[in-house]
Each structure stands twice: as C-alpha cells, then as structure tokens.
C-alpha cells in the first residue's frame, strides 16, 4: 500500500442549472492487485457530508467502480459504452440510478496515473446530468 495524492475534477451539466465545475484534493492510500488498482481517501469534501470513505477500483478490462461508505452509501460501476444500475442510499432516502459509461480512458498503476470518465445518471430512465471527471493520482514524497 502506498500513501497518494488524489486530484479530482469534476463537471455536470443538466438542463435545469447551469454547469457545475468542482475540484477535490485528498490524501489517500493506492493498493494493486491482480487486475485491479484500488484508491481509498476521505470524501467529505467532495460528498458535503462528514465521515464519508470512497474506494475507486479501476479494473484491467475497463470497469471503475466508485464505492462510497458512511453516512451516504452506493457504488457507482462506469463502464465504456454500458449501462449500470446502483442503489443510492442518502440520509434523505434511497433511489435507483443508471450510469451510461461514455468514455473511460487513462490508467491506475502501482505509481499512480490518471482516469478521465464521461458518463450520464439517470432516475427512472430520465437524464439527469452529464458528468465528466478526472482523477489524478501521485505517489507522496
């Protein structure tokens, strides 16, 4: 396991608001194994609520999941050209959601590297955003 510097940007557009642009810096901890790399760090900031762990994993045949623990709970599976249904379970209720992968390009290695994803949430199969991110991961000094 080795101790990273996790940058994420994010963008989503929706119909209804303007964009939104966010970016999230953590520290956290980088861990391989076969066929998959996997992040975890604290997500408070980037969630808006206390105590929340995310865990991405970014497998060797395309698949990231996005697995987020505490008091807001789902794990997100994006994958290039797939449609994927997770539950999501908030302080305020839960709710089915579709993630359509868009694009997944870039790669997680033992050092670190770089993902960007695209990708569109719905509920009850109406759009509700588009979504880009891009996520960073350095080594510590």
Known sequence: MKNVVITIKGKSYSDTKPPEETEVQAL?????????VSITYDDTMGSGFDN??????????????????????????????????CVYNTP?????????????????T????????KYSLDINSGLISENEIEINVKETN
């Open 52 to 85: 929340i762990t995310a865990t991405l994993k970014a497998f060797d045949n395309g698949l990231v999941t996005i697995e987020r623990s505490g008091v807001m709970e789902h794990k997100l599976m994006i994958e290039k050209n797939k449609r994927h249904q």
């Open 110 to 117: 033992a050092k670190g590297g770089r993902l960007f994803m």
């Open 92 to 108: 305020y209720g839960d709710m089915t959601v579709g993630i359509f992968g868009e694009t997944v390009d870039g790669k997680l």
């Open 28 to 36: 956290g901890n980088l861990k391989t194994g076969k066929g998959v």
